[in-house]
């Protein structure tokens, strides 16, 4: 692999940007083309517009953690809400290879070791398959008697 940093002049003020770039280009010829095009579509779409001409050096687990709840609320392209937990966990993933890379390559700190994502609790929901129309009915008429059960039938929280 080239050593870019000679060109790039000091390595304190290198953007995540830049950083990120190095990053890629370093994956670009040994993951999967549909992974090469994943990580640049989440550094394009979520990382880089937030946090990409920040430099490098100075962000801070604060700045990380506000970007983590920032997604949780509203990272959506379309403005309409959060993302995913699933899909926060892989902006995370990404962002912790970066910052292994920054270390690795240019002995810088690896700003996200301990970054993760136990800020939202996932709900697991269970179905139930209503065999037949008397079972509908028992549910239904056990919703109507003690409302708090509609809770239990409709979800089951970890």
């Known amino acids: ?24 280009q370093s994956k670009k010829l040994s993951v999967k083309e549909s992974s090469f095009y994943n990580y640049k579509q989440k550094l394009d779409d979520h990382i880089l517009p937030q946090l990409g001409s920040l430099k490098y050096s100075e962000i801070s687990k604060s700045q990380l953690n506000d970007f983590i709840d920032y997604l949780l609320v509203s990272g959506r392209k379309d403005g309409k809400g959060g993302l995913s937990k699933g899909t926060i966990k892989d902006i995370i993933t990404l962002l912790k290879s970066i910052s292994k890379f920054a270390y690795k390559e240019y002995n810088l700190e690896n700003v996200c070791e301990n970054l993760n994502i136990s800020k939202v609790k996932k709900t697991k929901f269970k179905f139930y398959l209503i065999k037949s129309e008397k079972n509908l009915k028992h549910i239904c008429l056990t919703i109507l008697i003690c409302p708090i059960y509609a809770s239990y039938y409709a979800f089951i929280p970890d």
């Open 1 to 24: 692999m080239f050593n870019f940093i000679g060109s790039l002049g000091n390595k304190k003020k290198l953007t995540l940007m830049e950083i990120s770039e190095l990053w890629l």
